[in-house]
């Protein structure tokens, strides 16, 4: 059973930092692109961070220079380094991944079971 399993999300206090971690398993091929959303209360699910298979980043404006993305393609496993919090930071937070089962055949979306981050001001 392929899954995305995420873990590291918690309480924090305005102007600390929290480590995402979201790992794959299961009978997969290879991954391309893996990513972080969010989603608030009554607010949509947004893109918080992407990172392709050659380690090519890119950020929502709002996290830019406090948030880091890195992914350890042997572990099948993305992660979001969160420092500087903000009281706005809390949510929700989805992994997503692209993942390809065989040669030849196209990436299917798959989507973890997401992680609370609570920041506290």
């Known amino acids: 059973q392929v899954q995305l399993v995420e873990s590291g999300g918690g309480l924090v206090q305005a102007g600390g930092s929290l480590r995402l971690s979201c790992a794959a398993s299961?009978?997969?091929?290879?991954?391309?692109?893996m990513g972080w959303y969010r989603q608030a209360p009554g607010k949509q699910r947004e893109l918080v961070a992407s990172?392709?298979?050659?380690?090519?980043?890119n950020y929502a404006d709002s996290v830019k220079g406090r948030f880091t993305i890195s992914r350890d393609n042997a572990k099948k496993t993305v992660y979001l380094q969160m420092n500087s919090l903000k009281a706005e930071d809390t949510a929700v937070y989805y992994c997503?991944?692209?993942?390809?089962?065989?040669?030849?055949?196209?990436?299917?979306?798959?989507w973890g079971q997401g992680t609370q981050v609570t920041v506290s001001s």
């Open positions: 997503t991944a692209a993942l390809v089962f065989r040669v030849g055949v196209w990436e299917e979306d798959y």
């Open positions: 299961g009978s997969i091929f290879t991954i391309n692109d």
């Open positions: 990172i392709t298979r050659n380690d090519e980043t």
